[in-house]
């Protein structure tokens, strides 16, 4: 059984700075593009930020320049770091990976969530 496992949300102060991390477990044969998401109250879940196997980066345009993703291929893992945090960066953030169970199968799997709050 495959599960990713999210930790590093809390409540921080606007301009604060947060760092989230995943690790994924379980039965794995290889992990493809990983990504963080994020859900405001009343909104729709949007990217965040996404990164491949080789280390290309993708961003959104709200938080280009103050977020940087980054993966450990060994161990499985990607992580966030979230600087000159804002309360409109408030939300659950979520992680997802596109997990290879065999050479031939692979699906889409996400994290519980965690929360990110920002406010003074």
């Known amino acids: 059984q495959v599960q990713l496992v999210e930790s590093g949300g809390g409540l921080v102060q606007p301009g604060g700075s947060l760092r989230l991390s995943c690790a994924a477990s379980?039965?794995?044969?290889?992990?493809?593009?990983m990504g963080w998401y994020r859900q405001a109250p009343g909104k729709q879940r949007e990217l965040v930020a996404a990164i491949t196997v080789s280390g290309t980066t993708n961003y959104a345009d709200s938080v280009k320049g103050r977020f940087t993703i980054s993966r450990d291929n060994a161990k499985k893992t990607v992580s966030l770091q979230m600087s000159s945090l804002k309360p409109d960066d408030t939300a659950v953030y979520y992680c997802?990976?596109?997990?290879?169970?065999?050479?031939?199968?692979?699906?889409?799997?996400w994290g519980q969530g965690t929360q990110v709050t920002v406010s003074s």
């Open positions: 997802n990976a596109n997990i290879m169970l065999t050479t031939l199968r692979a699906y889409d799997y």
């Open positions: 379980g039965s794995i044969f290889g992990v493809n593009a």
